[in-house]
């Protein structure tokens, strides 16, 4: 059976889904989108902290001035829905709002919107090798920052800064790139946070390394904290990663997967570490169900 998206309150063939060349946001990137997983478990499918993902939604719909005409609880129970629809267990869920006018206007005041969602079948984002480590390379792109475009808005054309630095990466034999911010320090991979562990302490960069605020990322220092490790938020230096102990980037579709090296220089022995280890065996325990603490993180789809 064909696909569902679901669009506008309805669910509608894949096929028939689709949007004219002049639409506004396919020209200028003005569509905002979430990215959110389900798990299958051992008797029913999780949607991993789906509501933290639809408030940020709306908050990405707030910056752009763009009225979804849909509330964060209205769309929870329409992600639930596509997926039941759709039959699946495990899968990448993609909603995404954009201005549906046919037009070449730039002022999006007065356009109207349009809210879909669709299912992907996503398996592991860094592929089969991903137990092997990321060989990550620090772009030659920066982060953009909220002077230029809000960062804590997950929209389409802040994009275009991580398309250039994925491909960089991909085209020069890397498999991730790691953007600075506008001032140096470490921000954050194209769709991934990252975090290092210098002598057992947690560190990663806060707001002011222009990242995205990642549900991942909060997710592993509320895991963190709660293990006992010290979890500190501040500026990294480039050359911290280089002689850090471990590091790892994480996010919906990364999950958390360990940085080999960094410009070729091999992070710890090469292999993921204990820490590393340590909490993603509990945040894969927390999605699955398997963890009572975190059970508020997980909605049932069946
Ligand atoms: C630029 C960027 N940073 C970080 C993340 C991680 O965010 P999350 O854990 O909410 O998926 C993502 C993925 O959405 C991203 O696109």
């Known amino acids: 059976m064909e696909q569902k998206i679901w669009i506008d309150g309805s669910l509608v063939n894949k096929s028939d889904a689709k949007v004219p060349i002049l639409t506004q ?14 798990y299958e478990s051992e008797d029913n499918s999780f949607v991993f902290r789906l509501y933290d993902h639809m408030v940020r939604f709306t908050e990405s719909a707030k910056i752009y001035r763009m009225n979804l005409g849909f509330t964060a609880k209205d769309l929870s129970q329409a992600v639930i829905d596509t997926i039941k629809e759709n039959g699946l267990k495990s899968c990448y869920v993609r909603p995404f709002a954009f201005f549906s006018d046919e037009t070449v206007s730039l002022a999006t005041d007065s356009l109207h919107v349009s809210v879909a969602i669709a299912t992907v079948d996503l398996g592991k984002y860094f592929g089969s090798n991903a137990h092997k480590g990321l060989n990550c390379m620090t772009s030659s792109w920066r ?22 630095a994925s491909t960089e990466a991909k085209l020069a034999g890397y498999d991730e790139s790691l953007m600075l911010s506008g001032e140096g320090y470490i921000s954050e991979g194209p769709g991934e946070n990252i975090f290092m562990v210098k002598n057992g302490v947690i560190v990663t960069p806060g707001m ?19 293990l006992g490790y010290t979890v500190m938020e501040r500026q990294i230096h480039r050359d911290e990663i280089y002689s850090a102990d471990e590091a790892f980037l994480c996010g919906t579709a990364a999950e958390i997967t360990h940085v080999r090296s960094l410009d070729r220089v091999v ?8 820490v590393t280890q340590d909490l993603r065996d509990n945040f894969e325990k927390a999605l699955s169900g398997k ?3 975190y059970k508020q993180w997980l909605t049932p789809v069946y």
């Open 25 to 38: 946001s396919l020209q200028y990137g003005t569509g905002i989108f979430e990215g959110i997983r389900s």
């Open 143 to 164: 982060r953009i920052n909220s002077n230029i475009l809000p960062v804590h808005a997950k929209a389409s054309g802040n994009y275009l800064n991580s398309c250039l």
């Open 208 to 226: 002011e390394a222009s990242i995205l605020k990642g549900i991942t990322r909060d997710s592993v220092i509320t895991l963190a904290k709660d």
């Open 267 to 274: 992070i710890g022995d090469g292999n993921a570490g204990i």
């Open 291 to 293: 963890s009572e603490r």
